[in-house]
């Protein structure tokens, strides 16, 4: 057992592709940006915590505005190339999250982050892909198939 550990070990990459692509391309920024935005906010806001309280977001709340500048920051910092527009679709996702928790609140619906298809009572932040009920995102499971091609470029 022992004796095969090394090979073993270094064979769980073995199916990982060779490259990478940086997380705030504009196709990962379409995909996954939203979820960025709403796990930072549910993990730091306890009011924003519970499924059904995506309708309690408002960017007059100290704390959120807090979130979306170290977001906006974070991103900055990992690449500042990209940062206008990663800034630009930041305050977008937020103008939209404040949109849908605002028309929400004034026709006295609920908001979750996510329910099953089979509630149709309770209006969706956020939706798988294939599901049947739509959402304000679509949003992935996983960030292994976040694009199929991708333009590189050699230097």
């Known amino acids: 057992h022992y004796e ?20 705030y391309t504009f196709q990962a920024r379409c995909r996954a940006l939203h979820a960025a935005l709403v796990i930072a906010a549910r993990h730091s806001c306890p009011d924003l915590s519970a499924n059904n ?22 991103c900055t910092k990992a690449d500042n190339r990209r ?23 004034a026709q006295g619906n609920m908001l979750c982050y996510h329910a099953p298809d089979n509630d ?6 956020l939706y798988n892909y294939g599901d049947k009920i739509k959402g304000e995102w679509q949003t992935l499971q996983s960030m292994r198939n976040v694009e199929n091609t991708a333009l590189l470029k050699t230097l």
């Open 120 to 125: 149709k009572s309770n209006q969706r932040l």
């Open 83 to 105: 940062s206008a527009g990663t800034r630009e679709d930041i305050d977008q996702l937020v103008r939209q999250w404040q949109e849908i928790a605002e028309e929400c609140r």
């Open 53 to 74: 309280s995506a309708i309690n977001f408002t960017t007059n709340a100290p704390r959120i505005q807090q979130i979306i500048e170290t977001l906006k920051r974070r």
């Open 4 to 23: 095969n550990f090394r090979p073993y070990h270094e064979s769980f990459y073995r199916f990982v592709e060779p490259t990478s692509v940086t997380p």
